[in-house]
């Protein structure tokens, strides 16, 4: 572009309208357009330099940000295994859980029928002995040693 010397320089130098009119004044309306001329082309290369500067910020920041996205994307992705693991452990678990409470449930019935068949055995014993041969059951309460 323009240096400032060159700039000077024009306006040192007659213009073809002062030269052909005489006057002053035409002279002076042709430096002003000169200037102005030479001001706007300043001010458009300018803002060509905002508008090329803005554009590289824009595309860093897309760039920026379709790298994050990706990392994001790849970050969702192990969670989404991660959970989807957690959840069929989760479903064993509560199968093995469902399974060990039928197996107490069971168990405790089983006990249940032990004790009721012991006590009534016991009774059925008791009974078939003489009353002074009789032995105390342990929670019978009867003959209890303190």
Same mark, same amino acid.
């Given at each position: 572009?323009?240096?400032?010397?060159?700039?000077?320089?024009?306006? $040192? #130098?007659?213009?073809?309208?002062?030269? %052909?009119?005489?006057? =002053?004044?035409? !002279? &002076? +309306?042709?430096? *002003?357009?000169?200037?102005?001329?030479?001001?706007?082309?300043?001010?458009?290369?300018? $803002? #060509?330099?905002?508008?090329?500067?803005? %554009?590289?910020?824009? =595309?860093?920041? !897309? &760039? +920026?940000?379709? *790298?994050?996205?990706?990392?994001?994307?790849?970050?969702?992705?192990?969670?989404?295994?991660?959970?989807?693991?957690?959840?069929?452990?989760?479903?064993?678990?509560?199968?093995? !859980? &469902?399974?060990?409470?039928?197996?107490?449930?069971?168990?405790?019935?089983?006990?249940?029928?032990?004790?009721?068949?012991?006590?009534?055995?016991?009774?059925?014993?008791?009974?078939?002995?003489?009353? !002074? &041969?009789?032995?105390?059951?342990?929670?019978?309460?009867?003959?209890?040693?303190?």
């Amino acid at each position: 572009m323009s240096s400032p010397e060159q700039r000077l320089d024009l306006g $040192s #130098r007659l213009s073809p309208v002062a030269s %052909l009119c005489g006057g =002053a004044a035409a !002279a &002076a +309306d042709w430096m *002003r357009k000169q200037k102005r001329k030479l001001s706007n082309r300043e001010s458009a290369r300018r $803002s #060509r330099m905002r508008k090329q500067q803005h %554009l590289q910020d824009v =595309a860093t920041q !897309a &760039a +920026d940000l379709a *790298r994050h996205n990706a990392e994001m994307a790849a970050q969702v992705e192990a969670l989404s295994q991660h959970h989807r693991r957690l959840e069929a452990e989760n479903g064993e678990l509560r199968a093995q !859980a &469902a399974e060990l409470a039928a197996r107490l449930r069971s168990l405790t019935a089983v006990l249940r029928l032990v004790a009721v068949d012991a006590q009534g055995m016991w009774q059925r014993h008791r009974e078939a002995l003489p009353a !002074a &041969a009789a032995v105390p059951f342990m929670g019978d309460g009867v003959g209890s040693a303190s």
